[in-house]
């Protein structure tokens, strides 16, 4: 952890005073009123255009090894408050504002199904602050989130960074300026017919849900490609929707027994334009929606995302995130499980521009901490021009 001293620089400071005292602490934050249900699943697929049939189609389903519809493993940061991000956005800091740096997930072994409703504990880990060229002093904070069933039973840990930055510095920095990431691209006929085939043979892949045998996978084999995309602010606010928080009415705050102060709604400090109005929501829930009003506005408008240092709509990390679990699951079938994804995000996902996801393997683990064999994936998100999205790797366990 580093100390307010460190966010100092010629030019701005990061105000931390009510950041530092609460590292390590437990904190609050929305709870689902309701149980996960199938019509939940199959929003957050569509969403992620993400179709593979067990998580949707309900005869495939029923007649798979599953008996019936089972959620993605991607599906816990839909069924939590804040994009996964709550405990790692803690702490009031002035003008500021945030985006997503990274995730890392632990899954432990539970498919979420209909009727599973998902409980959370959270804790503000640690931070630390480093000089950008895009925003001077930025705090990149990390929080800890563990999701059990109702029953109690483990299903995952998340680990989220936050990117917690002076709106007006970026702004000022202008860091996109003169970069192409600035500019929409321009799609023809062709080049599209070209993504949708890669889209195309991506589903056909393994549509059936085989798993590759733990022996028979190589160190060095690739992973078929997928595209994802263009995106666009009809895509980007189709994913804000499948987060289920952001439906009027569906979730409560909690805080934590024993904690005096377990910052569970207050205001992180967002920069003018970009608060909710928790008072006014209470009559009128569109003032705490998000995307009309609140932090995400930047996400589906472009002016609003220059205000924030960013040149135009873009996506959310938790998506992209995401992406990256159903992509590798996807891979492993019925019989395999993801168990740890670290994926550091580089830059979001633009309007215009089309994400491609690859993979290799890197490595072949026949004992692991886990009790099962294991299969090191290095990962990588680009876009259309190369430029690299998220950089990561995963753990998949393979049936021997």
């Known amino acids: 952890m580093s100390n307010s001293t460190a966010a100092k620089s010629p030019q701005v400071t990061l105000d931390l005073s009510d950041v530092d005292h609460r590292v390590g602490q437990l904190v609050g934050g929305g709870q689902l009123w309701e149980p996960c249900a199938a019509s939940d699943i199959r929003r957050w697929v569509m969403a992620l255009d993400y179709p593979n049939p067990i998580h949707w189609d309900q005869e495939l389903a029923q007649k798979s090894k599953f008996g019936g519809l089972v959620a993605p493993q991607s599906i816990c940061v839909a069924l939590d408050y804040g994009h996964g991000v709550q405990p790692a956005c803690v702490g009031h800091i002035a003008g500021s504002h945030l985006l997503f740096g990274g995730e890392e997930w632990w899954f432990y072994g539970h498919r979420v199904r209909p009727g599973d409703k998902l409980f959370q504990e959270r804790r503000f880990y640690d931070y630390k602050v480093t000089d950008t060229k895009f925003a001077g002093p930025t705090m990149f ?36 300026h003169g970069n192409d990431q600035t500019k929409k691209p321009v799609w023809t006929a062709d080049a599209l017919k070209k993504i949708d085939g890669i889209r195309h043979d991506w589903i056909m892949s393994n549509r059936q849900g085989i798993s590759p045998r733990f022996d028979q996978v190589k160190v060095g084999d690739k992973l078929p490609q997928r595209a994802i995309g263009p995106h666009s602010i009809a895509s980007f606010t189709t994913e804000y929707r499948a987060f289920l928080f952001n439906i009027w009415g569906t979730f409560h705050w909690v805080g934590v027994p024993g904690v005096k102060d377990p910052w569970i709604n207050q205001d992180p400090g967002w920069v003018k334009g970009f608060g909710f109005d928790e008072e006014g929501a209470q009559t009128d829930p569109r003032k705490r929606d998000g995307l009309y009003l609140g932090p995400s506005r930047g996400h589906i408008d472009d002016a609003k995302g220059a205000e924030i240092g960013v040149p135009r709509a873009y996506g959310y990390g938790a998506t992209m995130g995401a992406w990256a679990t159903d992509y590798l699951a996807y891979w492993a079938g019925h019989d395999g499980m993801v168990r740890h994804t670290k994926l550091s995000f580089k830059g979001p996902a633009f309007a215009g521009d089309v994400t491609l996801v690859d993979a290799e393997v890197t490595a072949k683990q026949p004992e692991s901490a886990w009790g099962v064999p294991l299969v090191a994936v290095k990962v990588q998100m680009t876009n259309q021009e190369g430029t690299v999205l998220i950089d990561g790797y995963g753990e998949v366990e393979l049936p021997p």
């Open 141 to 176: 904070q990390r929080g800890d989130t563990v999701h059990r069933t109702q029953n109690g039973t483990l299903v995952a840990k998340e680990r989220a960074t936050s990117i917690r930055y002076l709106a007006a510095e970026a702004e000022k920095r202008n860091m996109f």
